[in-house]
């Protein structure tokens, strides 16, 4: 529980930062996807469940500021989660590699269904355009900045929720319950 409301609190940081300050920093006419990095970041560190709580609660977010419709920017987000949290089980905690296409892809990933649920759907075919202007500009920005918050998270996690130790008289215990 304290790591869902914990993840809440960073969730709204980072949308906060990337509706106000980052806006104004835009590079290429595109600005960084803090969510994506944040669902990306929980679903692969933490599993499905935990990608797909972030993942709703900043579809949410998305759907109250920008959406006419409720639900398309929480598909988006929950999915991503979703496909994030199945590379749980390659999750290493030093290594970066993994992280940051898993963020890249992430980013295309989503940008590509924004595309679909609100262009393509409505006739409008020119997505060689939209990939050259907008998916592939904020697919690098987000990476980048990916790397960032992955790092901040990852000492986050560190600090916050330090490994506990089992004591070697309970690996024994465990492991001769586990051999009966």
């Known amino acids: 529980m304290k790591r869902y409301i914990s993840m809440f609190i960073i969730i709204i940081v980072c949308f906060l930062l990337q509706t106000t300050l ?3 920093l835009k590079f ?18 933490y599993g ?16 109250l500021l920008y959406s006419n419709l409720i639900g398309i920017y929480i598909l988006i ?38 595309y679909i649920f609100n262009f393509l759907l409505r006739g409008r075919l020119n997505i060689l355009v939209y990939m050259t ?28 929720y330090p490994p506990v130790e089992v004591p070697l008289e309970s690996k024994i215990t465990v492991e001769q319950e586990e051999d009966t």
């Open 22 to 24: 980052f806006q104004n």
């Open 28 to 45: 290429a006419n595109v600005a960084p996807d803090f969510l994506v990095i944040l669902v990306s970041a929980s679903g692969f560190m």
């Open 48 to 63: 499905r469940g935990f990608g797909m709580f972030s993942g709703f609660v900043c579809g949410i977010l998305c759907d």
């Open 77 to 114: 987000y929950v999915l991503t989660g979703y496909i994030n949290g199945l590379l749980h089980k390659i999750y290493y905690k030093d290594d970066m590699i993994i992280p940051v296409f898993a963020i890249a892809a992430s980013s295309f990933f989503s940008n590509l269904l924004f």
């Open 133 to 160: 202007n907008i998916i592939l500009p904020e697919l690098v920005y987000t990476a980048v900045i990916g790397v960032i918050i992955y790092k901040i998270l990852y000492k986050l996690e560190e600090k916050m």
